[in-house]
């Protein structure tokens, strides 16, 4: 069995216990909320504990001796997160969404430069790859949605979600945020596809920068680590909801 049959196996199963009551989603939403801000925040270097951010997040306590843009992005992130969940009904994430997302997240580190595409060349620590010019970045969005919405059927949903956060990376159309947006619109694709999210753990850190790396070349490593993630929160959310973990999708 592929890494997808697993995934789609998983979704089988959860989709039998389908539509979650409203108290249970809630509680599944805000327990996420808090795992896909501290590691998409991770990830990239904030400081801030899981512990920590749910303080943040949940009680509103900031933490001592901590760098200020580490509690904004925390903060920035939740909101985007929660307007992610707004996308659900839809089947489509627009520029319009992509650009709110942005917005949100990075207000309040630089709002001059919130939900706005960079004016200035950027490049990636440790990547041999040159990322979109600045003068490209407006006409390779419109692309990288064309190309959205004319492949979201042709392909295995996981493999699109993980498709879409390549494909935006690439472009790097922010001054900053980039990694965390990507992260975002990709488990945005895969709940609107009835998967669970994709959660990258700062342990992995090192082995998914490496594939994003490889994926220039070939990003099939990249989509099955993708795939993997998607599967073990499947398993996460089975154990919450006491369902039975069934032979065939361990």
């Known amino acids: 069995m592929t890494i997808y049959e697993q995934a ?18 809630k509680q599944l939403r ?15 270097g904030n400081s801030l504990t899981e512990t920590e951010t749910k303080v943040l997040l949940e ?7 901590k760098p200020i843009r580490d509690t ?22 627009t520029e319009t969404d992509v650009l709110k997302m942005h917005k949100m997240f ?28 600045t003068e490209d970045i407006s006409s390779e969005m419109k692309k990288l949605h064309v190309w959205a919405n ?14 879409l ?31 669970m999210m994709a959660i990258i753990p700062p342990v992995l850190r090192t082995e998914y920068i490496s594939l994003l790396e490889q994926a220039h070349i070939n990003d099939r490593p990249f989509m099955d680590f993708i795939a ?3 599967h073990e929160t499947s398993k996460n959310v089975m154990r919450l909801l006491n369902i039975p973990l069934s032979d065939a999708t361990v």
Not at 8 to 25: C, H, I, V
Not at 37 to 43: K, V
Not at 59 to 65: E, F, N, P, R, Y
Request: aromatic share 14%; charged share 20%; proline share 3%.
């Open 165 to 195: 956060h390549k494909r935006f990376v690439f472009i790097h159309p922010f001054i900053d945020g980039n990694g965390r947006i990507a992260r975002l619109l990709m488990n945005a694709a895969l709940i609107q596809d009835g998967y």
């Open 8 to 25: 789609d196996a998983r979704k089988s199963a959860l989709d039998a216990f389908r539509p979650f009551e409203e108290p249970m989603l």
């Open 72 to 93: 904004f992005e925390a903060i920035g992130h939740a909101q985007a997160y929660d307007y992610m969940f707004s996308l659900l009904k839809n089947n489509v994430i």
């Open 150 to 163: 004319g492949n979201r059927k042709k392909m295995h949903p996981v493999e699109y979600a993980a498709q």
């Open 228 to 230: 993997e993630r998607v």
């Open 30 to 44: 805000a327990y996420y909320r808090i795992g896909l801000t501290w590691t998409s925040n991770a990830l990239e």
């Open 106 to 133: 990075y207000a309040n580190i630089d709002e001059g430069y919130a939900g706005k595409y960079r004016n200035q060349m950027v490049f990636i620590t440790g990547s041999q790859y040159s990322v979109c010019k």
């Open 59 to 65: 009680d509103g306590l900031t933490v001592g001796g």
